[in-house]
């Protein structure tokens, strides 16, 4: 196990040859003086020759430095793929902004409460359309329903049409519906019917 100033959790492995590979590929311009013209093959390193190209890092500032930002990159890396389904983000925000966002999450961690707004009005955008979408259909039916009491009311009261009027004004749930969404003006109109046919 490679034990050279590398960073905990550590191994050399392919997942990790390969990312060193592709992480000092850009930097062969550094590495040319270290390695006196050498060419630097990743590919064919086993574990021995990668602690030997550390302690060669260790020869310089320059290497050293290398060394450091590489295993440095390698924690961000390893912290990332931990995350599971997160992302870094960073952006600016107003202090007002901020102090009110530290307000919300009292002690709750700010990014767990930033999701949880996140989601709540994303929820509530859902809710709403949905809620948007039952009013329409209740509108619909109570124009409908309407264009009945009329064509009621219109033809006169036989027994029969008093009979599905009379029907039509017992449905609760339309009735309800309909109060919610017309209010007085239908709601007048279906009683001043019921009253006319209680005569």
Known sequence: MVTVETPTGFEWNDLNRNWVKHYLMPKSALLTPLLDGEELDVDAMDEAQFIDFCHLLETSAEGRELRNKMFKAWRSKKSRDSDNGKKLYTFNMSVKAGDQLKKIA?????????????????????????????????????????????????????????????????????????????????????????????V
């Open 106 to 198: 009292k002690k709750s961690p700010l990014n767990a409460t930033l999701e949880l707004l996140i989601f709540a009005e994303s929820e509530s955008h859902r809710s709403i359309q949905s809620l948007q979408q039952q009013v329409k259909q209740v509108q619909q039916e109570n124009l409908q329903l309407k264009a009945q009491l009329n064509a009621a009311s219109l033809q006169g009261s036989t027994e029969d049409d008093q009979v599905d009027i009379q029907t039509l004004l017992n449905t609760e749930l339309q009735v309800t519906e309909l109060a919610k969404l017309e209010k007085s003006k239908l709601i007048k109109q279906i009683l001043l019917l019921k009253r006319q046919l209680e």
